[in-house]
């Protein structure tokens, strides 16, 4: 703005300069015009003088200001500014004045110009105007008159407007039934171009008119058809589901399509029948096939519990977010149907479990019977009704069950390896000719061996009970499993299965002796004493407490399994004895009946047969004192054998003889040997022994020295055959004797042999009892 | 010679006054071992003796007649005539000179007395008996081969089949064989684990036999099935020698062991009468009709009766009665003879 520009250093008036006054005063009310526009136009003062903001506004000394006072002005040059620039700044002043009256006039002049141009337009309007008015009014003439007229026509057209609304109304009728008509045939194009949705709806819209007039032969023919129709429907539509590859992902869609198409009950389970054949179950069943290298059980598990079980879990969840309504009949239809797929896939899962039961891995499968039954629990609870979740603890009740009998198998087997390793070592060190590992050796190595196959199988069952598995707090594995499976089947049973077999070995056919090795025998027996003393109490301890029996199941207590153990032990020795006796007795047997008795010559020294017996009763003594105890004998005297030889050769043995010579004679030698008997005790031959190596030995020589003397009696002596019988049992009774618990027992039946042989000799002269000594001596 | 001779003894027992009487026989071709009575002529013996010669022993057979007055059975003859003792008249050998020792002679039961078998070592001679008994001659005759010295123990005569069968027994094993044509019909290896002593038909019942032997047990077995006995017995403590089925209750058996052990038994589940004696339906009324039937119906078991332990020694026979099924008799080393009774409570259990 000029003004500002000039206001700068505009120049003071000076002092007392009157003239100025007004002029002063002029341009103050200007300013104060200026203000007041620049206000209305929002402008700051500064900001209206375009300088930077360096001067206060309200500097009363800015020409330009809206404060400014001329007083102050003219006072601030006076007083600040020299003379000469008083001058200046008045000389200039007065020229901006000048420049601003003049530019005044000017505006006014246009202003007036304007003006009148204003007014001249003005008058013109009004003109025109007029004008305007009157052609309005004819207007308004003119549409009172068509409005008058169109009144009039639609007066006279009211009664048509009337029948064509009529006959619109039919018109749309009509559409819709030959929509209903034609609905058959649409449909079957829909079916056919596979627009199900298109079809559903179609079928929605035609329901609800054709149920409300299906008394109507020609709408129920239609409906009929559509029924038909939407039947192939659905068969489609389920088609779909069976082959659809992902069907239970599409399953849903297709299922909200068809219920709406087919609401009927029966449908659900066809729908469920329909999802029901889930490829999980076939993909298992082709895990499970004839090719052997199935993916082990735990694998197999893990598909099965993701594939299957999560896809029934799926279906169900789609199944009662679909058909909630249906209340308990609709989750009776699932449950059945979990049921029936749940049986089927526990059929798989038992055979493939069954597959299993061979192998030796326990940890493998409670891992997998554990997965198996954790996954189960998901729809357990999803189909209580179903009862899944005990069909599933049922089947791992059953696997246990069975890895029980696998177990109890395993350890049979164990058993009788052990048995066949003995057998081989007994049978080797023969050839050797040394004594290889001795008895107790092998006993203490089945001991153990059967002792830890025992401890693996309670280590491998252990795991069905372990905290951690999800089927452990089952009352069957805190109760049953414990007390009846694991202690009575398995061990007890093992115990008992152990005693059969050991007893099996008395019985065995071969009676002959040559099917069981004594030695076999005797171990067994030993083994049978150390179970019933010991081992069985051990074994049932560690049971109990591995297996913290809780029920009330009644259990077989330890007594009765080691009365079981020692009656076997005590057959088993028995049946020792008998085997050794036999050997020896057949021995004795064929030496005396194979020996021509009557011709034979004069003894000169006792039969090589009677060292033999003599070396096998040493033999087996050691054999037996490998295992058994010494056990009791009798007191005996330091010198018994010469003692009680020479009491039977002299006195008894003479006494014997001599009557029965004449014919009259026999009566007295019964009497003789009645009355003799009737003072010593009967002898049992084949009695029950008792655990210790003289009743053992006693029973071997008492079997043997019977058998001597019935085959004594079959024989008839001559002379010499009488003195060879002599030397032999007075050779038998200084060996023998030691090795019995009761020596008068050997010297009665050696006694009884040589009487018998005697009377069995025509010409029964006995050998001087010291040649006898003599021959038996050197011998 | 002491064993030169042997004695028959003749024993009468008197039931009723329970009196017992004793003829003695010399039998002075040797000592005997075994002894079988003709079932025709009551007088008629065979034995098998021992004869020692040339110090060799061999065994013979003979068929022998006692005195005319000890064969009519009356006891009247005073004891002390037993002091001159009477001797058996020789009616014919049975010459065994080709054949070697004789182990037994069986009549046939039931005939006339005109067959005999006797065992000679591997040989199984028939033998048919002519001009009352004066002359034997050899009918037919079979033989044991196999490896080893074959030897017969013992042998029986079947009652059944028209007395066409003979049991044999050799070592362990049983064997059968057809009399019309010598041959075998069965065999039963290994029947007991040692030698087997003696065997013994089912005098009621076809195919059943009793065998026992050293192995201390007794088998009963039936000859159609050879590979397992039907039923065995462990009661003997040593050598079963004898085994005999009665006469007429075929539930009772006897068995007599070197055990100094008679044992009697009975073995009805395997019996003619496992049920008991079934009494004829036309003769009894109703009410005893549902009486045998509810008697029927108790579970029978097979027990041992009684064990008798008289004898001091080896028993080395036993036998039933002839005349009397409810007596039996055992014979010891030691001589002595000892007659007893089934059990009075146990015979009414059978006849009732």
């Known amino acids: 703005m000029a003004a500002a520009a000039a206001a700068g250093p505009s120049p003071g ?68 500014c020299p003379l000469a620039q008083l001058m200046d700044s008045e000389t200039d002043m007065v020229r901006q004045i000048r420049a601003l009256d003049s530019d005044m006039q000017t505006l006014v002049y246009e202003n007036y110009n304007k003006f009148i141009s204003a007014t001249d337009t003005i008058r013109k309007m009004k003109n025109d105007f007029r004008k305007m008015e009157d052609e309005m009014d004819r207007l308004a003439t003119n549409m009172a008159v068509i409005t008058d007229f169109s009144a009039r026509i639609s007066a006279t057209l009211q009664d048509r407007h009337e029948r064509i609304t009529k006959l ?159 209340g308990p009949a609709g989750a009776e239809k699932l449950a059945a149907f979990a049921r029936e797929l749940g049986s089927r896939y526990f059929a798989l899962v038992e055979r493939r479990l069954a597959q299993e039961q061979g192998g030796g891995d326990n940890s493998l499968l409670v891992r997998a019977l554990d997965r198996f039954h954790r996954r189960l629990r998901a729809p357990g609870a999803l189909l209580a009704a179903a009862g899944l979740a005990d069909a599933a603890t049922e089947i791992v009740e059953r696997v246990a069950r069975e890895r029980l009998g696998h177990h109890l198998q395993g350890l049979r087997a164990a058993f009788l390896g052990c048995l066949t390793d003995v057998r081989q070592a007994l049978a080797a060190p023969r050839v050797a000719g040394k004594e290889g590992p001795g008895l107790a050796e092998l006993l203490a190595n089945v001991a153990s061996s059967i002792l830890s196959h025992i401890k693996a199988s309670l280590a491998a069952v252990h795991l069905f009970t372990a905290k951690e598995v999800s089927f452990s707090n089952k009352p069957y ?259 023998l004797w030691r090795f019995v618990a009761d020596e008068e027992l050997v010297h009665l039946l050696l006694d009884e042999v040589v009487a018998s042989a005697a009377l069995r000799c025509p010409d029964p002269v006995p050998m001087e009892p010291s040649v006898v000594e003599v021959i038996c001596e050197r011998g | 010679m002491a064993l030169g001779t042997g004695w028959i003894h003749i024993i009468d027992f008197d039931d009723e006054n329970n009196i017992i009487n004793k003829n003695v026989l010399l039998h002075q071709a040797g000592e005997i071992w075994h002894i079988s009575a003709s079932p025709a002529d009551r007088g008629v013996l065979a034995t098998c003796y021992n004869r020692t010669s040339d110090s060799k022993v061999l065994t013979c057979a003979a068929v022998w007649r006692m005195p005319k007055e000890l064969e009519s059975g009356s006891h009247e003859s005073p004891d002390d005539s037993s002091s001159t003792a009477q001797t058996l008249e020789l009616l014919c050998h049975l010459d065994n000179t080709a054949h070697g020792n004789m182990a037994c002679v069986v009549w046939e039961p039931m005939g006339d007395g005109k067959k005999i078998i006797s065992l000679a070592d591997n040989h199984i001679l028939l033998w048919d008996l002519q001009e009352s008994s004066s002359q034997a001659v050899l009918a037919s005759s079979a033989s044991l081969e196999g490896k080893g010295q074959l030897k017969f123990t013992s042998g029986r005569w079947s009652p059944h089949h028209n007395c066409t069968q003979v049991a044999t027994a050799n070592d362990t094993t049983l064997r059968g064989w057809d009399t019309r044509s010598m041959s075998q019909i069965y065999c039963i290896e290994n029947a007991h684990g040692q030698l087997v002593r003696d065997l013994d038909f089912n005098p009621n ?18 000859t159609r099935n050879v590979t397992e006995p039907v039923k065995t017995l462990e009661e003997h403590s040593h050598w079963v020698w004898n085994v005999r089925y009665n006469h007429s209750h075929d539930q009772l058996v006897l068995t007599g062991s070197s055990d100094s052990r008679v044992i009697l038994s009975n073995m009805v589940s395997i019996s003619s009468e496992p049920f008991g004696h079934l009494v004829d339906d036309d003769d009894i009324s109703d009410q005893e009709d549902h009486r045998s039937e509810e008697k029927s119906k108790e579970p029978l078991q097979d027990n041992v009766i009684a064990t008798y332990e008289e004898h001091e020694d080896s028993v080395y026979a036993v036998d039933w009665s002839s005349a009397d099924p409810w007596l039996f008799a055992s014979l010891s080393y030691d001589g002595r003879l000892v007659i007893n009774r089934v059990p009075r409570a146990l015979k009414y259990h059978i006849l009732l």
């Not at chain 1, 402008?43 to 102050?72: I, K, Q």
């Open chain 1, 477 to 735: 594995f805190r109760g049953e499993f414990c007390s009846q499976g694991v202690r009575e089947g398995l061990i007890v049973g093992f115990i008992r299965s152990m005693c059969q077999t050991a007893q099996s070995f008395c019985d065995s056919p071969g009676e002959k002796g040559g099917a069981t090795p004594p030695a076999l025998l005797l171990l067994l027996s030993r083994l049978c004493l150390d179970y019933e003393t010991a081992t069985i109490s051990y074994i049932l301890t560690l049971t109990d407490e591995q297996f913290l029996v809780q029920d009330q199941f009644p259990v077989t207590p330890v007594s009765t399994l080691c009365a079981e153990a020692r009656e076997t032990a005590r057959r088993l020795l028995t049946h020792y004895v008998k085997v050794q006796g036999l050997v020896i007795s057949q021995m004795l047997r064929k030496s005396v009946e194979t020996r021509d008795w009557l011709s034979t010559l004069e003894p000169r020294n006792v039969r090589a047969v009677m060292k033999r017996v003599v070396e096998d009763t040493t033999a087996i003594d050691v054999q037996v004192g490998l295992l058994y105890e010494e056990g009791v004998r009798k007191a005996q005297s330091s010198d018994s054998s010469k003692r009680t030889f020479s009491v039977y050769s002299s006195s008894r043995q003479q006494g014997r003889y001599a009557p029965s010579y004449t014919p009259s004679a026999p009566m007295d030698t019964n009497l003789l040997s009645n009355i003799q008997k009737l003072f010593s005790e009967r002898i049992d031959v084949f009695s029950p022994v008792e655990f210790n190596k003289v009743s053992v030995l006693t029973g071997i020589i008492k079997i043997s020295l019977k058998t001597l003397l019935e085959c004594v009696r079959l024989r008839t002596f001559g002379r010499f055959g009488l003195q060879q019988v002599q030397v032999d049992c007075h050779f038998l009774q200084l060996y």
């Open chain 1, 13 to 80: 008036s000076g002092p007392g300069d009157s003239p100025e006054g007004p002029e002063g005063e002029a341009p103050e009310r200007r300013r104060k015009a200026h203000g007041m526009l620049k206000l209305y136009y929002g402008l700051s003062e500064g900001e209206a003088a375009g300088r930077p903001a360096g001067p206060d506004p309200l500097d009363p000394t800015d020409l330009n200001g809206a404060h400014f006072d001329p007083e102050v002005y003219l006072d601030k040059l006076r007083r600040e």
């Open chain 2, 205 to 222: 019942k076809q195919y059943y036999l009793a065998s026992c032997g050293d192995d201390c047990k007794v088998k009963f077995w039936d």
């Open chain 1, 168 to 326: 619109a109304g039919v018109h749309a009728l009509l559409r819709k039934l030959q929509f209903l008509f034609e609905l058959p045939s649409r449909l079957t194009k829909c079916v056919e171009l596979g627009a199900y949705g298109q079809a559903v709806r179609y079928q929605g819209r035609a329901q609800a008119v054709l149920q409300q007039y299906q008394h109507l032969p020609s709408f129920r023919a239609i409906q009929d058809d559509c029924r038909v129709i939407t039947a192939r429907l659905a068969q489609q539509l389920r088609q779909r589901f069976r082959c659809g590859p992902s069907a239970l992902t599409q399953a849903p869609i297709c299922a909200r399509l068809l219920a709406v198409a087919l609401p009927c009950v029966c449908f659900c389970v066809e729908l469920l029948l329909a999802l029901g054949e889930p490829k999980e179950l076939r993909s298992l069943e082709a895990e499970l096939g004839p090719s052997p290298p199935a993916p082990d059980v735990l694998e197999f598990t893990d598909h099965g519990g993701s594939g299957f079980v999560g896809g029934l879990c799926q279906v169900a969840a789609a199944y009662q977010e679909l058909f909630a309504a249906q």
